[in-house]
């Protein structure tokens, strides 16, 4: 069976002005049908623009080369009209900011009606019932009431968990969850987590779920991609990065000596020193200036992704004993 989501040697950069921005360098990422897949890495890796990239949802000032085949089929260059089809329906995505993907003019049921009825072509009843349905699965509060409500009339949180069922609606085959729990406080964040867990085992969702907080990706997700500057520089099965941390940068972020056992740090650590600036091209490895291990090799040439123990893939010259 072929993955619900493969990129491979995807790159994104921005014309600007004077410089190119490179915001994604070659990244290739699997997600199989029902599995979650965690993106995590400091402010500015390029994390929302690999979702962007997915939906087909990118700025025009955009360059884009590679592939991203979803369900088996190349959507890159994908037409409009495929790629309007395939979002909302089979992909969704939830935002960072959730004020961006609400209509401000409609209520919200008016608008996670509309969802049904052009995608699943419901009744204008039916649909309605199914959206009450879905908001109070995501545990919006007084749901009936929500429904004849505006956006500007809920509070950050609600919108947030709006967003969320909106998303849900149509039970699409992928979600890219951008910090999907980041504006709600920690007992609807658990239970936003089970929502996603539930679609997961019901209809085989795949999810890619981009979060700085360290606890809701040990709650989730299956394997976990780590990016720095645009790149991917490790990737492993979850209980074998949150164990044996081997790029540096990795452990950097979780903050961790490498260890046996131990609880999870609840945040991602902020490291301190600059990632490189994207319009710049690095020789080495783009880690290297903040690197405790840093040798003359790292500094003249990039290390290629490669295999290590396990399920682990490490970008690294010097890669931490396991
Ligand atoms: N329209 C644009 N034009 C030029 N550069 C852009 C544009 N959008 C994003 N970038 C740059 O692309 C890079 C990646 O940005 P991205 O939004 O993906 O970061 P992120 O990992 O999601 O960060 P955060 O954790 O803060 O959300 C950044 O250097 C950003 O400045
Ligand atoms: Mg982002």
């Known amino acids: ?184 406080d920690v007992t609807i964040q658990a239970q936003v987590i089970a929502v996603l867990r539930e679609m997961r085992q019901e209809f085989r969702t795949g999810i890619v779920l981009v979060s700085h907080d360290l606890s809701v990706v040990a709650g989730l997700a299956d394997r976990v991609y780590v990016m720095y500057a645009g790149c991917i520089v490790e990737s492993a099965a979850a209980a074998d990065l949150f164990g044996h941390a081997r790029h540096p940068y990795t452990s950097a972020l979780m903050s961790c000596v490498p260890r046996i056992s131990g609880p999870v740090p609840p945040r991602l650590a902020t490291l301190p020193g600059q990632p490189p600036n994207p319009a710049e091209r690095v020789a080495g490895c783009a880690f290297a200036p903040r690197c405790a291990f840093t040798s003359e090799r790292c500094t003249r040439a990039p290390p290629p992704l490669r295999p290590l123990e396990g399920s682990t893939m490490v970008a690294c010259h010097h890669p931490l004993p396991r």
Request: proline residues 5%; positive net charge; charged residues 20%.
């Open 1 to 184: 069976m072929h993955p619900v989501l493969s990129i491979e040697n995807l790159s994104v950069a921005f014309r600007g002005a004077d410089a190119e921005i490179a915001a994604i360098r070659r990244v290739s990422l699997d997600v199989a049908a029902g599995e979650c897949v965690a993106v995590v890495g400091e402010s500015g890796c390029g994390k929302t623009q690999l979702c962007l990239a997915v939906m087909g949802l990118l700025p025009a000032n955009a360059a884009i080369g590679g592939s991203i085949r979803f369900d088996g089929r190349e959507i890159l260059a994908a037409p409009r009209a495929q790629m309007n089809a395939l979002r909302g329906a089979r992909l969704a995505m939830i935002f960072q900011d959730p004020q961006s993907a609400l209509t401000p003019h409609l209520t919200i049921g008016t608008q996670m009606a509309e969802v049904l009825v052009l995608h699943r072509k419901l009744r204008w009843r039916e649909a309605e019932a199914d959206a009450l349905a879905m908001l109070r699965r995501v545990r919006v509060p007084d749901a009936a009431r929500r429904m004849r409500q505006y956006p500007h009339e809920l509070s950050g949180g609600m919108r947030q968990r709006v967003m969320i069922g909106m998303s849900l609606l149509c039970e699409p085959d992928l979600v890219l969850a951008d910090e999907p729990t980041t504006a709600l």
